[in-house]
Nanobody, 119 residues
Framework: QLQASGGGSVQAGGSLTLSCAAS????????KGWFRQAPGKEREFVAM???????YYAPSLRGRFTIARDDSKNLVRLQMKSLKVEDTAVYYC???????????????WGQGTLVTVSS
């Protein structure tokens, strides 16, 4: 399974780093991604990283968010900086066997971790 952690409350302009721990068969799935879901909105793609280290970000988040993986610890991290109120959401990590930002290609959503950004 994949378990997201590291969420919390932060003021606008602040930073936060989320972690995703992979276990079992999900450790071996090559593409790891982050999605988020704000209240009343659809779940949206944030970023993904391949086993080679290749990354891809939602265009609106590029430059503020950084995804990285530590395969020795089966961890994927999402560093978020210059946070905005509109970044408030539950953040989920997931795994995919294909290089695509389509939500349908990802599974093992887990419970997610809540990020709250206040003004």
């Amino acid at each position: 399974q994949l378990q997201a952690s590291g969420g919390g409350s932060v003021q606008a302009g602040g930073s936060l780093t989320l972690s995703c721990a992979a276990s079992g068969r999900f450790s071996d799935i090559s593409v790891k991604g982050w999605f988020r879901q704000a209240p009343g909105k659809e779940r949206e793609f944030v970023a993904m990283i391949g086993v080679s280290g290749a990354t891809y970000y939602a265009p609106s988040l590029r430059g503020r968010f950084t995804i990285a993986r530590d395969d020795s610890k089966n961890l994927v991290r999402l560093q978020m900086k210059s946070l905005k109120v509109e970044d408030t959401a539950v953040y989920y990590c997931a795994a995919s066997r294909v290089w695509s930002d389509s939500r349908g290609n990802f599974d093992s959503w887990g419970q997610g971790t809540l990020v709250t950004v206040s003004s």
